[in-house]
Nanobody, 126 residues
Framework: QVQLVESGGGLVQPGGSLRLSCATSGFTLDYYGIGWFRQAPGKEREGVSCISSNDYGIYYADSVKGRFTISRDDAKNTVTLQMNSLKPEDTGVYYC???????????????????WGQGTQVTVSS
């Protein structure tokens, strides 16, 4: 069965960095787009980034462009979100997601992702 397991969250100061990883299993990652969502306390979940199969179509939320980088290693069945220059507003639970489609598409943040990981907590605070 499809499994997505996030790791790498933690507490960092503003301006710091974290690297989140998503370990996938139960499907062939090579063929599918995969992304990250986050949910801050009291807020709705929002799309952070999405990367398509073969790196075709990579998207970021405007709020993280230039600071976050998504990448994939299909041979290791993993997806990484490198987060730099972190801000307090980046705080939240980060989820690895997929809809088992090859492309993220321009409307990626509103697509119905039916597979979610358990989430990993990211806290940015002084």
């Amino acid at each position: 069965q499809v499994q997505l397991v996030e790791s790498g969250g933690g507490l960092v100061q503003p301006g710091g960095s974290l690297r989140l990883s998503c370990a996938t299993s139960g499907f062939t990652l090579d063929y599918y787009g995969i992304g990250w969502f986050r949910q801050a306390p009291g807020k709705e979940r929002e799309g952070v980034s999405c990367i398509s199969s073969n790196d075709y179509g990579i998207y970021y939320a405007d709020s993280v462009k230039g600071r976050f980088t998504i990448s994939r290693d299909d041979a290791k069945n993993t997806v990484t979100l490198q987060m730099n220059s972190l801000k307090p507003e980046d705080t939240g639970v980060y989820y690895c997601v997929t809809h088992l489609r090859p492309r993220c598409g321009s409307r990626w943040s509103s697509d119905p992702y039916n597979y979610w990981g358990q989430g990993t907590q990211v806290t940015v605070s002084s």
